[in-house]
């Protein structure tokens, strides 16, 4: 039997692969994985023509599987003919951290010849099944006010919320608001939302204070500027979509994030003028420009561009 893992949840594409490992009874010395975009396909074949070493089986993991997306225009024609007649001793895994154009007929061709498995960005209805779950198996209780911070700072990442989880196990007992804000440091796109938001209300105090946040977790100023830039773009394109009448689910899918991110959004991006978010997104290149090419000091002309926005 051979497999095909795919779409955009990491986590359970990744555990998924352990349960095919554990019921094929692959260990070490038997598993090899190759990287599609930088593997050649006579390579991988290769090694899935030849005999797994003291074991009935072997398994070969193909990560990075473009061919699935829709922008990739490969035909894979070779993998598709030695999935016809596979090699019975070896165990293949196509994974793909993305979207499967389901127009294509290399896809169609895959899904005949694997067993699919696909796995989306889970809801945030299941997201909290999952911590209620393993908040019961871990023994720990969280407030309601603990409950809500800690679903902001994972948000959907799965990952992640395990990774918190586990820190919370150790700590024990009763959690709340307080020990998650200890704890649990806020993804750096919240903050990001966070700033954004202040230099739209020119609320320069907070303004400051987050760039704050930014410098005690190492965040470099031309990163920063990158990932202002790409907020105000995505708030560009959530009020172009809004005004022409999509949905909030709809602009997600639209957008490949998370219905709860789009909400947040949505909330306030009515405020915010298009012609100022595209002074502030072009006033965000000339300065990356200026300090990639040496004209400005990267502490002053950032701090001259916050000043210019919130005053």
């Not at 598709?80 to 294509?104: F, M, Q, S, W």
Request: proline share 2%; with cysteine.
């Amino acid at each position: 039997m051979n497999y095909t893992l795919i779409g955009s949840e990491s986590y359970l594409r990744k555990r998924k692969l352990n349960q095919l490992k554990k019921e094929h009874d692959i260990n070490d010395m038997n598993l090899i994985t190759f990287d599609y975009t930088k593997d050649t396909m006579d390579h991988i074949l290769e090694e899935c023509n030849t005999m797994p070493f003291f074991s009935e089986h072997k398994m070969v993991v193909i990560q990075n599987c473009t061919f699935f997306g829709a922008s990739n225009k490969d035909t894979v024609d070779e993998l598709v003919h030695y999935l016809e007649a596979p090699n019975p001793t070896t165990i293949v895994v196509l994974d793909y951290d993305g979207k499967k154009d389901a127009r294509k007929k290399v896809g169609k061709d895959l899904a005949k010849l694997t067993k699919e498995f696909r796995f989306e960005q889970i809801s945030e209805e299941e997201r909290n099944r999952m911590i209620r779950e393993e908040c019961q198996k871990r023994q720990i209780t969280m407030d309601q006010g603990a409950l809500r911070e800690f679903q902001i700072r994972v948000g959907l990442d799965l990952n992640r919320l395990y990774t918190e989880l586990d820190k919370l196990e150790l700590h024990g007992g009763q959690i709340t608001k307080e020990v998650i804000e200890a704890l649990i440091s806020r993804p750096i796109e919240d903050d990001t939302f966070l700033l954004s938001n202040a230099i739209f209300t020119h609320d320069t105090k907070k303004v400051f204070s987050l760039i704050q946040d930014f410098k005690q977790n190492n965040v470099e100023i031309i990163a920063l500027i990158g990932l202002l830039a790409a907020q105000f773009r995505f708030l560009v394109q959530v009020q172009t979509l809004k005004n022409e009448g999509y949905t909030n689910d709809n602009i997600a899918r639209e957008l490949s994030t998370s219905p709860g991110r789009i909400w947040h959004t949505v909330k306030n991006v009515g405020q915010y003028r298009k012609e100022d978010l595209l002074t502030i997104l072009k006033d965000l290149s000339i300065l990356d420009q200026d300090i990639k090419t040496g004209r400005i000091d990267k502490q002053q002309g950032f701090e001259v561009f916050l000043l210019k926005h919130t005053m």
